[in-house]
């Protein structure tokens, strides 16, 4: 089952349980603790009073009362005290006793918040790494819908060597949308990006015939001093020419996709995306659950997408599939198209995908860190 990572309010999730970061007498405090509890209602506290307690890193249930979730989980993280005293393995076993009582409960999902993070003063950094690491161990063998909500975006963290990195990868490549729309922003389905690269990088004059003929000659640079009507007629050739440039790039892309025979491409269709999926998920020797899991795709949306040779999912399910298939930039391309996508540099999750595969990390965990910190749809479902 897939794991989230959302901002917002814990207290308001449709999921079976909600998990609060409490204090050791479970009779209410500050922050998520004092939400959870005004928001449940007075009953909470009352069956709180009879559970004594809970000790640092165990965990403990209670109904949710007028809380959208039917339980809430107590647990009681570690305070920080330099990391030497076992801050660690105690908020290990917050998270992993939590998901034990959820389980045992037959949830099929639970929201935590990120525990000890606030006021306990745990480094939000590693205190993310050890809530991801930690789910993940236990998504590796249960099916569970995890949600991880970060209720002050602000404060989420996560290494800031890979962020660095990253966000120079980004500032690079990312073009925001701002050109046109052949601009360096797209991998044209099926057409030949270095044709299309190198339309783009000559400044360019004449007519769309000599353009396509080959025989386009250079823009001439006009000197400042140059007379005001001399640089106007330089400003007109300009304008047009970037037209023309314009319509060559389009004519390369869609000279390069349009069939010539329209009957005979019918019937010589590419195999689906959900054909091409399931074979390459054959090829590479993986079982369905591996695969889908990997992908941080739910159970029930991988036995629509078996089930349905037409299925057209979204780009987001087919991104998560080609990392969990560890496919390259090309492949991923040309898995992409059998779904009727193609990476986008002016699209910021697209070029964030595209750091992680062109440098071989196929971590969804990671992944879906960066995109929730740039504000991006998270992968998988």
């Not at 690491?133 to 975006?153: C, P, Q, W, Y």
């Not at 990195?165 to 990312?174: A, E, H, I, P, Q």
């Not at 007379?227 to 440039?245: I, T, V």
């Amino acid at each position: 089952m897939p794991f989230h990572i959302v901002s917002g309010d814990i207290t308001k999730l449709q999921v079976d349980a909600i998990v609060n970061a409490a204090n050791s007498s479970l009779l209410g405090g500050g922050g998520v603790d004092g939400a959870i509890h005004r928001a449940a209602g007075p009953r909470l506290l009352e069956e709180c009073r009879g559970l004594h307690g809970c000790r640092t890193g165990e965990a403990k249930v209670t109904l949710g009362y007028d809380l959208p979730a039917k339980y809430v989980i107590h647990t009681v993280g570690p305070v920080w005290q330099g990391g030497g005293h076992g801050e660690e393995e105690l908020l290990r076993s917050a998270y992993r006793n939590s998901l034990l009582l959820a389980l045992e409960k037959h949830c099929e999902s639970v929201a935590f918040p990120m525990i000890s993070a606030g006021v306990y003063g745990y480094p939000k950094e590693q205190a993310l790494q050890v809530a991801v690491s930690t789910i993940r161990a236990f998504l590796e063998e249960n099916d569970m819908d995890v949600t991880l909500v970060i209720f002050d975006k602000s404060s989420f963290r996560i290494d800031r060597e890979l962020f660095s990195d990253l966000s120079g990868f980004v500032d690079r490549m990312y073009d925001g949308g701002s050109g046109h729309p052949m601009g360096g922003a797209m991998y044209c389905a099926g057409a030949a990006p270095m044709q299309a690269e190198a339309a783009r990088s000559m400044p360019m004059q004449g007519t769309l015939e000599e353009a396509k003929s080959g025989r386009m000659g250079m823009a001439a640079d006009v000197p400042q001093e140059a007379p005001k009507k001399e640089r106007r007629g330089f400003l007109h050739r300009a304008k047009k020419e970037s037209a023309a440039r314009m319509a060559v790039e389009m004519e390369v892309c869609e000279d390069s996709i349009a069939p010539h025979d329209l009957e005979a491409e019918l019937r010589n269709l590419d195999e689906s995306f959900s054909r091409a999926l399931l074979r390459m998920i054959d090829d590479r020797g993986m079982k369905d659950s591996e695969c889908y899991k990997k992908a941080n795709i739910d159970r029930k949306l991988f036995s629509k997408i078996r089930s349905d040779v037409n299925y057209r999912p979204s780009k987001q399910t087919v991104l998560a599939f080609a990392v969990a298939l560890e496919l390259d930039l090309s492949e991923t391309q040309a898995f992409l198209q059998k779904a009727g996508f193609a990476l986008s540099r002016s699209s910021k999750a697209d070029v964030i995908v595209e750091y992680f595969i062109s440098h071989g990390n196929y971590d969804m965990y990671s992944i879906n860190q960066v995109l929730f910190a740039y504000d991006q749809n998270l992968l998988g479902a």
